[in-house]
Nanobody
């Protein structure tokens, strides 16, 4: 049974930092990513990393502020979020894809498995 379990969300002031973690179990993946969904908005891509080569992809809105990384030995993926802004407030979801693709998928349809989400709130 595949499980993705997020942790590390919380409340932080603008300009602060948080690190999200995602523990994966049940199978191996080609890559994993983070998405987020704010109230009354669609779920959007944040960042992703390939499991083997460690290639990364970021949404323009988080480039230079967020860093995705993975620990293959621990089956963990992390999202280091710095210089947080109120507009980063959302539920953050860990996701994984299990099939080879050309390039890193950046839409929800490209991912097969999802975590339950963790709330990140950035106060102004």
């Amino acid at each position: 049974q595949v499980q993705l379990v997020e942790s590390g969300g919380g409340l932080v002031q603008a300009g602060g930092s948080l690190r999200l973690s995602c523990a994966a179990s049940g199978r191996t993946f080609y890559g994993m990513g983070w998405f987020r969904q704010a109230p009354e908005k669609e779920r959007e891509f944040v960042a992703a990393v390939t499991w083997r080569g460690g290639s990364t992809s970021y949404a323009d809105s988080v480039k230079g502020r967020f860093t995705i990384s993975r620990d293959n030995a621990k089956n963990m993926v992390y999202l280091q979020m710095n210089s947080l802004k109120p507009e980063d407030t959302a539920v953050y979801y860990c996701a994984a894809y299990s099939k080879w693709t050309i390039g890193i998928p950046t839409t929800t349809r490209g991912y097969d498995y999802w975590g339950q989400g963790t709330q990140v709130t950035v106060s102004s």
